[in-house]
């Protein structure tokens, strides 16, 4: 299901000087797939690009004459990583189903995301404490416009039936800084008991389950 590139498979470094033309050599998809997930694990300030570089044996210079300035490196890395990792759930907007069937659709289909895509999650927690032009950049992009369709949904399935008050946010919250982050913290369940709930090989029931839970407490039994 998940179709991105693993750092691991960056080439590895060769000893001497890099080639001079040795960045138009690397795979987009691997300069971008390490940069982002070094981003999401040490943060804007704890990344350069002379370490990203070195990782690829390439030449630091050149990762600048590609992709110019770290920012717009970031800005590069994040639009391809959650470009290829939204479709997975926004499709449940669109699907042919009535409101609440499709908003039910949406919740399993983030909490099955929520298990693939953590460095995601780790992104939103180091971007999501302060204020920046990164959060602003998020955000705009990709934040709001899922909180405004999720808005409509919502508000489509309310027409017909009781709703939780509970706002978007802090459903947004619970899915990706609450699942995503059960699944990405796993040496945390390992030391609580629940390494075998967030194995890859139970993800996805485990996902279902709590997928149930949060839709019991949105979508409360009518009377």
């Given amino acids: 299901m998940q179709d991105d590139i693993s750092v691991a498979q960056a080439p590895a470094r060769r000893r001497g000087r890099p080639a001079q033309n040795a960045s138009h050599a690397v795979d987009e998809g691997v300069l971008l797939s ?67 069937a499709r908003l039910r659709s949406l919740v399993h289909l983030f909490c099955v995301w929520a298990t693939e895509h953590t460095d995601i999650v780790a992104l939103t927690h180091v971007e999501g404490y302060r204020s920046s032009w990164r959060l602003d950049y998020i955000v705009q992009h990709f934040i709001l416009p899922f909180k405004e369709r999720l808005d409509a949904l919502i508000a489509d399935v309310a027409a017909t039936r009781p709703v939780s008050a509970l706002s978007t946010p802090a459903l947004m919250a619970m899915l990706v800084q609450g699942v995503g982050f059960f699944f990405g913290s796993t040496p945390l369940q390992n030391r609580l008991g629940a390494g075998s709930e967030v194995a890859p090989v139970n993800a996805e029931k485990q996902a279902a389950l709590m997928a149930d839970f949060l839709l019991a407490g949105l979508l409360p039994v009518q009377p």
């Fill in 34 to 100: 390490l940069a982002f997930q070094t981003f999401a694990e040490r943060g804007y300030e704890g990344t350069t690009l002379r370490e990203l570089a070195k990782q690829l044996g390439v030449s630091h210079n050149l990762i600048n004459v590609r992709f110019g300035k770290k920012a717009d490196l970031w800005k590069c890395a994040v639009d391809w990583r959650l470009g290829r990792a939204s479709s997975f759930v926004t499709v449940a907007f669109d699907a042919d189903a009535g409101a609440e």
